[in-house]
């Protein structure tokens, strides 16, 4: 099941994603004893993480339950303002009493693919049956989410879980989770805003099927739930 929210400001989107994560992470807690994340990297969803982080949000969530992953990661040092993990422990993770060792960052000392294999193994083993209870996206103006670029080997592997690329583009390895493994989640939410994002948004939303050229149409959970969370600006051409 797909559904599309759209928000009038980005702050109400970050506010209602906020909210969700509230309630969904209590009832995984209630249900299995812990609830585990994928984390999103790049810039929109710094907001959240700061949101989560404030005491009206952090008082209502069980931190001591929670297994921190992330769904991609720059081939960065940890030191680098590029790095997702980084960014996230020191706008949230950092703030809230969760255990570091139930927090999960790609050792990016190692070479890609030792670092894609070595993650691998960490998730298997924290999460050995099926998928994740929450992972959250963003959508790149090229139709890229976690680390799917376009026309990638890592769009094809339904083997899997997470692999390394290196992405022309940027000139950069990227470490990301396989569309195989991010849809075995149980929910899945893509935080998109802004007007730069529109056109990309309604391609994806629209009647466009070329997944290789647009890999977030890769994003089809198996047996969970997908939503979108949109602004109006984003949301402007749906
Ligand atoms: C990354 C992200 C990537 C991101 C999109 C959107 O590591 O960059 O995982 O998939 O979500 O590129 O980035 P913005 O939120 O910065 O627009």
Do not use: C
């Given at each position: 099941m797909t ?9 109400a989107?970050f506010?209602?994603?906020a909210?969700?994560?509230?309630t ?33 949000f952090?008082?209502?969530?069980d931190w ?6 992330w769904g991609?990661?720059?081939?960065v040092p940890?030191n ?14 950092s ?13 990016t000392?190692?070479p ?5 294999a ?6 298997s ?6 998928g994740l209870?929450?992972?959250l ?17 890592v769009l094809?592997?339904?083997?899997r879980k ?22 075995q989640a ?7 805003t802004?007007k730069?994002k ?19 149409l ?15 600006e984003?949301a402007a051409g749906?």
């Open positions: 559904r599309i929210l759209i928000f009038d400001t980005d702050d989107l506010k209602k994603v909210e969700r994560i509230v969904t992470s209590a009832d995984f807690i209630s249900r299995k004893g812990r609830f585990t994340i994928a984390l999103s990297g790049g810039s929109t969803p710094a907001r959240l993480y700061a949101l989560l982080a404030t005491p009206f952090e008082m209502q969530i001591s339950k929670w297994f921190v992953f991609d990661e720059r081939h940890a680098s303002p590029q790095n997702n993990a980084s960014a996230a422990i020191q706008v949230l993770l703030k809230v009493s969760i255990p570091a060792s139930q927090v999960f960052a790609v050792n000392k190692q890609a693919p030792e670092a894609a070595d993650y691998e193994k960490i998730i083993a924290m999460i050995p049956e099926g209870d929450l992972v996206l963003g959508l790149g103006t090229n139709g890229h989410t976690a680390s799917l670029f376009p026309h990638t080997q094809h592997n339904i083997t997470v692999m390394e690329e290196y992405i022309i583009e940027l000139d950069q390895y990227r470490i990301s989770m396989t569309s195989h493994f991010i849809n149980n929910k899945i939410f893509f935080l998109v802004g730069e529109s056109e990309i948004v309604s391609r994806i939303l629209g009647d466009e099927k070329d997944k290789d050229s647009y890999p977030a890769y994003i089809n959970p198996e047996s969970g739930n997908l939503s979108w969370y949109l602004d109006a984003a749906i």
